[in-house]
Protein backbone atom coordinates (compact mmCIF):
# COMPACT_ATOMS: atom_id res chain seq x y z
CA UNK A 1 0.00 0.00 0.00
CA UNK A 2 1.47 3.84 -0.92
CA UNK A 3 1.45 6.32 1.51
CA UNK A 4 -1.04 8.02 -0.36
CA UNK A 5 -3.21 5.00 0.02
CA UNK A 6 -2.50 4.95 4.00
CA UNK A 7 -3.32 9.02 4.15
CA UNK A 8 -6.24 8.46 1.57
CA UNK A 9 -7.46 5.90 4.46
CA UNK A 10 -6.66 7.49 7.29
CA UNK A 11 -8.55 10.75 6.15
CA UNK A 12 -11.32 9.19 5.12
CA UNK A 13 -11.57 7.19 8.55
CA UNK A 14 -11.74 10.89 9.98
CA UNK A 15 -14.31 12.29 8.11
CA UNK A 16 -16.79 9.30 9.04
CA UNK A 17 -15.99 10.08 12.69
CA UNK A 18 -16.86 13.56 12.12
CA UNK A 19 -19.79 13.07 10.53
CA UNK A 20 -21.16 10.67 13.27
CA UNK A 21 -20.09 13.75 15.85
CA UNK A 22 -21.96 15.79 13.83
CA UNK A 23 -25.32 13.77 13.71
CA UNK A 24 -25.22 12.98 17.59
CA UNK A 25 -25.10 16.85 18.26
CA UNK A 26 -28.00 17.52 15.73
CA UNK A 27 -29.75 15.07 17.44
CA UNK A 28 -28.94 15.75 20.80
CA UNK A 29 -30.35 19.51 19.97
CA UNK A 30 -33.09 18.53 18.55
CA UNK A 31 -34.68 17.02 21.46
CA UNK A 32 -37.39 19.05 23.17
CA UNK A 33 -36.75 20.57 26.41
CA UNK A 34 -38.74 19.78 28.88
CA UNK A 35 -42.15 22.40 29.50
CA UNK A 36 -42.90 23.52 32.53
CA UNK A 37 -46.43 22.86 33.39
CA UNK A 38 -48.48 26.46 32.15
CA UNK A 39 -50.56 25.59 36.34
CA UNK A 40 -46.68 25.69 37.59
CA UNK A 41 -45.95 29.31 36.39
CA UNK A 42 -46.78 32.16 38.50
CA UNK A 43 -46.82 35.05 36.47
CA UNK A 44 -46.99 38.27 38.20
CA UNK A 45 -50.73 39.93 38.01
CA UNK A 46 -51.11 43.23 36.52
CA UNK A 47 -52.46 45.52 39.87
CA UNK A 48 -54.11 48.85 39.01
CA UNK A 49 -56.53 49.71 41.55
CA UNK A 50 -56.01 48.69 45.07
CA UNK A 51 -59.47 50.24 46.80
CA UNK A 52 -59.34 49.80 50.76
CA UNK A 53 -63.59 49.74 52.11
CA UNK A 54 -63.60 51.26 56.02
CA UNK A 55 -66.99 50.29 57.60
CA UNK A 56 -67.86 52.02 60.66
CA UNK A 57 -68.29 48.69 63.29
CA UNK A 58 -70.66 50.45 65.69
CA UNK A 59 -72.70 51.77 62.39
CA UNK A 60 -72.78 49.42 59.29
CA UNK A 61 -74.37 51.89 57.19
CA UNK A 62 -71.04 54.30 58.07
CA UNK A 63 -69.02 53.63 54.90
CA UNK A 64 -65.98 55.40 52.99
CA UNK A 65 -63.36 54.16 50.77
CA UNK A 66 -60.29 55.21 49.78
CA UNK A 67 -58.76 53.70 46.29
CA UNK A 68 -54.60 53.87 44.92
CA UNK A 69 -55.33 53.89 41.16
CA UNK A 70 -52.89 53.18 38.07
CA UNK A 71 -54.67 52.57 35.15
CA UNK A 72 -51.82 52.73 32.72
CA UNK A 73 -49.38 50.72 34.54
CA UNK A 74 -46.07 51.33 35.32
CA UNK A 75 -44.15 53.73 34.01
CA UNK A 76 -46.77 55.77 32.63
CA UNK A 77 -48.76 58.55 34.05
CA UNK A 78 -47.91 58.85 37.84
CA UNK A 79 -50.82 56.90 39.83
CA UNK A 80 -54.05 58.43 41.62
CA UNK A 81 -54.36 58.04 45.43
CA UNK A 82 -57.31 59.08 47.36
CA UNK A 83 -56.83 60.43 50.65
CA UNK A 84 -58.32 58.10 53.88
CA UNK A 85 -60.20 60.30 56.22
CA UNK A 86 -62.30 58.60 59.32
CA UNK A 87 -63.03 59.34 62.54
CA UNK A 88 -60.98 59.56 65.92
CA UNK A 89 -61.51 56.75 68.68
CA UNK A 90 -63.95 54.27 66.27
CA UNK A 91 -62.74 51.08 65.37
CA UNK A 92 -63.32 50.28 61.59
CA UNK A 93 -63.62 47.08 59.65
CA UNK A 94 -61.44 47.38 56.48
CA UNK A 95 -61.14 45.29 53.42
CA UNK A 96 -59.20 45.35 50.75
CA UNK A 97 -59.92 44.79 47.01
CA UNK A 98 -57.16 44.68 43.91
CA UNK A 99 -57.99 44.88 40.38
CA UNK A 100 -56.97 44.26 36.96
CA UNK A 101 -58.99 47.07 35.28
CA UNK A 102 -57.10 46.49 32.17
CA UNK A 103 -59.08 43.12 31.55
CA UNK A 104 -62.24 42.30 30.60
CA UNK A 105 -64.34 41.89 32.42
CA UNK A 106 -62.42 43.54 35.09
CA UNK A 107 -60.25 40.74 37.07
CA UNK A 108 -59.84 40.57 40.76
CA UNK A 109 -56.52 40.14 41.78
CA UNK A 110 -57.23 40.10 45.47
CA UNK A 111 -59.44 36.45 44.79
CA UNK A 112 -56.17 35.04 43.75
CA UNK A 113 -54.14 36.35 46.92
CA UNK A 114 -56.77 34.58 48.67
CA UNK A 115 -56.78 31.35 46.99
CA UNK A 116 -52.71 31.56 47.13
CA UNK A 117 -53.15 32.82 50.91
CA UNK A 118 -50.24 31.10 52.07
CA UNK A 119 -48.05 32.62 50.03
CA UNK A 120 -49.05 36.20 50.67
CA UNK A 121 -49.45 38.79 53.50
CA UNK A 122 -50.61 42.32 53.65
CA UNK A 123 -48.16 44.52 55.69
CA UNK A 124 -49.54 48.08 57.31
CA UNK A 125 -47.10 50.59 58.51
CA UNK A 126 -47.57 54.16 59.41
CA UNK A 127 -45.99 57.52 60.47
CA UNK A 128 -47.65 60.44 62.46
CA UNK A 129 -50.84 58.22 62.40
CA UNK A 130 -52.96 57.62 65.37
CA UNK A 131 -54.08 54.19 64.69
CA UNK A 132 -53.61 50.67 65.33
CA UNK A 133 -54.06 47.74 62.80
CA UNK A 134 -55.37 44.13 63.53
CA UNK A 135 -55.82 41.02 61.15
CA UNK A 136 -58.99 39.94 60.97
CA UNK A 137 -58.11 37.24 58.42
CA UNK A 138 -55.57 34.16 57.84
CA UNK A 139 -54.44 31.39 55.64
CA UNK A 140 -55.16 27.41 56.11
CA UNK A 141 -52.34 27.18 58.35
CA UNK A 142 -53.47 30.69 60.71
CA UNK A 143 -50.72 33.18 59.31
CA UNK A 144 -51.95 36.22 58.73
CA UNK A 145 -53.39 37.82 55.46
CA UNK A 146 -54.43 40.50 55.37
CA UNK A 147 -57.19 41.15 53.05
CA UNK A 148 -59.35 41.71 56.01
CA UNK A 149 -58.31 43.74 59.18
CA UNK A 150 -59.94 46.07 61.89
CA UNK A 151 -58.20 49.43 62.12
CA UNK A 152 -58.54 51.26 65.55
CA UNK A 153 -57.95 55.06 65.50
CA UNK A 154 -57.58 57.52 68.49
CA UNK A 155 -57.06 61.04 68.43
CA UNK A 156 -56.95 63.43 65.87
CA UNK A 157 -54.27 63.26 63.59
CA UNK A 158 -52.49 64.04 60.06
CA UNK A 159 -49.98 61.30 58.79
CA UNK A 160 -49.58 58.53 56.06
CA UNK A 161 -50.22 54.45 55.73
CA UNK A 162 -48.30 52.15 53.90
CA UNK A 163 -50.56 48.98 52.35
CA UNK A 164 -47.80 46.39 51.39
CA UNK A 165 -48.28 43.02 49.83
CA UNK A 166 -45.71 40.03 50.04
CA UNK A 167 -45.19 37.30 48.01
CA UNK A 168 -43.92 34.63 50.12
CA UNK A 169 -43.69 31.30 49.12
CA UNK A 170 -42.25 29.30 51.42
CA UNK A 171 -40.68 31.99 53.62
CA UNK A 172 -44.32 33.02 55.17
CA UNK A 173 -43.81 32.83 58.88
CA UNK A 174 -46.48 33.09 62.26
CA UNK A 175 -47.66 36.19 62.68
CA UNK A 176 -47.21 39.13 63.02
CA UNK A 177 -45.29 37.62 60.04
CA UNK A 178 -41.53 38.99 58.32
CA UNK A 179 -42.35 42.32 56.54
CA UNK A 180 -38.47 41.58 54.97
CA UNK A 181 -39.52 38.13 53.52
CA UNK A 182 -40.40 37.52 49.80
CA UNK A 183 -40.90 39.83 47.20
CA UNK A 184 -42.99 42.80 46.97
CA UNK A 185 -45.98 43.05 44.78
CA UNK A 186 -47.85 45.99 46.18
CA UNK A 187 -46.46 49.32 48.03
CA UNK A 188 -48.58 51.96 48.44
CA UNK A 189 -48.95 54.67 50.41
CA UNK A 190 -52.19 57.10 51.60
CA UNK A 191 -52.55 60.30 53.33
CA UNK A 192 -54.81 59.80 56.68
CA UNK A 193 -56.37 62.36 58.60
CA UNK A 194 -58.31 61.55 61.46
CA UNK A 195 -60.44 63.94 63.25
CA UNK A 196 -64.09 64.14 65.42
Excluded at 9 to 17: D, M, S, V, Y
Excluded at 177 to 184: E, F, H, K, L, V
Aim: proline share 4%; aromatic share 8%; glycine share 6%.
Amino acid sequence: MTEIQKLYRITTGFKKIFIALLLMLALTSCRKQPQIPQALVNEPENITKVKLTFTDSANASSISTASWSDADGAGGNAPTVDNITLSANKTYFTTIEVLDETKNPVAKVSDEIFKEAEEHQFFFTKSNANVAFTYADADVKGNPLGLKTKWKTGSNSTGNVSVILKHQPGTKVAAPGDINAGSTDIDVSFQITINN
